[in-house]
């Protein structure tokens, strides 16, 4: 049973850093693409980053590819996000999703993963 669970959410000032992490279980995780996604209040779910599997290509939204870096040790089966320069807008629940297969060009779109963990919130105070 493969189950995903995000921690290292919580509340940061705009300008201040937080990392969030991703323990995944019952995969093997360099089989599996691995992705962020973000869902702010009253807007649709957003593709934050994503690791394709069996290699390191990461993708990345234009939104935060200067300031967040998405990390995988495939040893541990961990996924991470280290986000500086938080703003405002970044504020939404942080989801980990992950697929063992999936079409390359959808990896940025939600429908391509069939496992999601519960979510971490992160709130940036202006």
């Known amino acids: 049973q493969v189950q995903l669970v995000e921690t290292g959410g919580g509340l940061v000032q705009a300008g201040g850093s937080l990392k969030l992490s991703c323990e995944a279980s019952?995969?093997?995780?360099?089989?599996?693409?691995l992705a962020w996604f973000r869902q702010a209040p009253g807007k649709e779910r957003e593709f934050v980053a994503a690791?394709?599997?069996?290699?390191?290509?990461?993708y990345y939204a234009d939104s935060v590819k200067d300031r967040f870096t998405a990390s995988r040790d495939n040893a541990k089966n961990t996924l991470s996000l280290q986000m500086n320069s938080l703003q405002p807008e970044d504020t939404a629940i942080y989801y980990c999703?992950?697929?063992?297969?999936?079409?390359?060009?959808?990896?940025?779109?939600?429908?391509?993963?069939?496992?999601w963990g519960q979510g971490t919130q992160v709130t940036v105070s202006s």
């Open positions: 999703a992950a697929a063992q297969s999936a079409i390359l060009s959808t990896l940025r779109t939600g429908s391509a993963y069939n496992y």
């Open positions: 019952g995969l093997t995780s360099f089989n599996y693409h």
């Open positions: 690791f394709r599997r069996n290699n390191n290509r990461l």
